[in-house]
């Protein structure tokens, strides 16, 4: 089965500049999870999707961070303005059920300069 | 503040020996328990869950849950130098809520 597919791998932005990620999960996957990793921290949970709907969004930081799936398949995170805080590696990644764990992407990591 | 906690490390154990990871969590609700690894600057992959007290094992790797000490561990039988890697917890609180631990980061000594 093909895993879940991220896109840029790396991107390097000024502050105050937008940014956008892109994620495809596993098919058939109804759960599809945006983390943010900061160096040496575990990763914490931005938002989360059920189907099409956002189950979780308490973490994202709203004035800034947006997230959106369409038809319930493809996921877009987007930082608008981005501030030197938000390096970090932003990881997509799939489930099946909340009991079976998650399969991640790649992952993109972003640097703020 | 629901929580996991994680000695951050780093373990270090000689070839061959047992690496014993360490999870501790806040939220006497959890269902479900997840250990991935994670390789430098690669990203998580999930190695085990568990759901019911007692062990689990699964090749060289065991994980352990005791409930009622809201405790998780991950036991690495003849550790190999690929076995170096930062290991994250991660406990599902009920619902649709995983929160990971920091990670331990294991490094294995040929």
């Known amino acids: 089965e093909a895993g879940v597919a991220q896109s840029p791998r790396y991107k390097i932005i000024e502050k105050r500049q937008s940014v956008a990620f892109w994620c495809n999960p596993i098919?058939?996957?109804?759960?599809l999870y945006w983390y943010q990793q900061i160096l040496g921290q575990g990763p914490k949970l931005l938002i989360q999707?059920?189907?099409?709907?956002?189950?979780?969004d308490s973490q994202l930081p709203k004035d800034r961070f947006s997230a959106e799936r369409l038809k319930g398949v493809d996921s877009t995170l987007k930082i608008q303005p981005a501030k030197l805080e938000d390096s970090a590696v932003y990881l997509c990644?799939?489930?099946?059920?909340?009991?079976?764990?998650?399969?991640f992407g790649s992952g993109t990591r972003l640097t703020v300069v | 503040q629901k929580e996991v906690e994680q000695n951050s490390g780093p373990l270090s154990v000689p070839e061959g020996a047992i690496a014993s990871l360490n999870c501790t969590y806040s939220?006497?609700?959890?269902?479900?328990f997840f250990w991935y690894r994670q390789y430098s600057g690669k990203s998580p992959e999930l190695i085990m869950f568990?759901?019911?007290?007692g062990d689990k094992e699964d090749g060289r790797f065991t994980a352990q849950l005791n409930k009622a000490s809201q405790y998780v561990s991950l036991l690495i039988r003849d550790s190999q130098p690929s076995d170096s890697a930062t290991y994250l917890c991660?406990?599902?609180?009920?619902?649709?809520?995983?929160?990971f631990g920091a990670g331990t980061r294991l490094f294995v000594k040929a």
């Open positions: 098919s058939g996957h109804a759960t």
């Open positions: 990644a799939s489930s099946s059920g909340t009991d079976y764990g998650y399969t």
């Open positions: 568990i759901y019911s007290n």
């Open positions: 939220d006497r609700g959890s269902q479900s």
């Open positions: 991660a406990v599902n609180t009920g619902g649709f809520k995983t929160i």
């Open positions: 999707f059920q189907n099409n709907g956002v189950v979780d």
